[in-house]
């Protein structure tokens, strides 16, 4: 697992990045509020009582033709993907190295129910998809039947692809992408 993270480091790098990356194996902490490191942007910003007001307000914008049962696990798969991005420091880390803050990343997604083609091809391989550097990202059925832990790994997964990782980059799978996610995000 330690050279899936690896592998999802080298291919941040890549895009641009200069920090590092904070142990693999963190778990997530009881607090709110993470440590702050001053060579930080994220952990100076999320840390601010102001911001922690800002973040408690935040909810997902839902397409209206969402199916009520995948609506309710986006918004409990949403709160549990905020907490983890002000929680673990690697899980921001993921987002700051493509140039991006996860939490502005999810706040600004555009949620849809996948179409009837999506549901029948697409659907049987994912729960979720989205495209590099879009804004949406389409949400199968069987979204609603994942834990809420499990629906906050997709939704940082798919913002992270809008955020600019490539789902099939040289050096990073889908499966990749998931095993950075669960390691970085303490899942």
């Known amino acids: 697992m330690r050279v899936k993270f690896l592998a999802l480091s080298i291919a941040l790098v890549a895009v641009g990045a200069a920090q590092s990356v904070g142990h693999p194996d963190a778990r997530p902490t009881t607090t709110w509020i993470p440590p702050i490191d001053d060579r930080c942007p994220c952990c100076v910003r999320y840390s601010s009582p102001d911001f922690q007001r800002r973040v408690e307000s935040l909810a997902p914008w839902c397409s209206n033709r969402m199916p009520r049962r995948v609506k309710e696990k986006l918004f409990s798969g949403f709160r549990v993907a905020v907490e983890r991005l002000c929680t673990q420091h690697d899980c921001h880390i993921l987002f700051s190295r493509l140039g991006a803050d996860g939490i502005d990343v999810l706040n600004g997604t555009l ?77």
Not at 146 to 171: C, F, M, N, Q, T
Request: net charge positive; glycine share 6%.
């Open 111 to 187: 949620y849809y129910p996948a179409n009837l083609y999506r549901e029948q091809h697409l659907c049987k391989r994912a729960t979720a998809f989205s495209k590099k550097g879009v804004s949406q990202t389409w949400l199968c059925r069987g979204f609603a039947s994942v834990p809420d832990e499990a629906a906050a790994r997709i939704l940082i997964h798919e913002a992270l692809h809008r955020a600019g990782l490539g789902e099939h980059s040289p050096k990073m799978s889908p499966s990749d992408t998931d095993i950075a996610v669960i390691q970085a995000c303490g899942f």
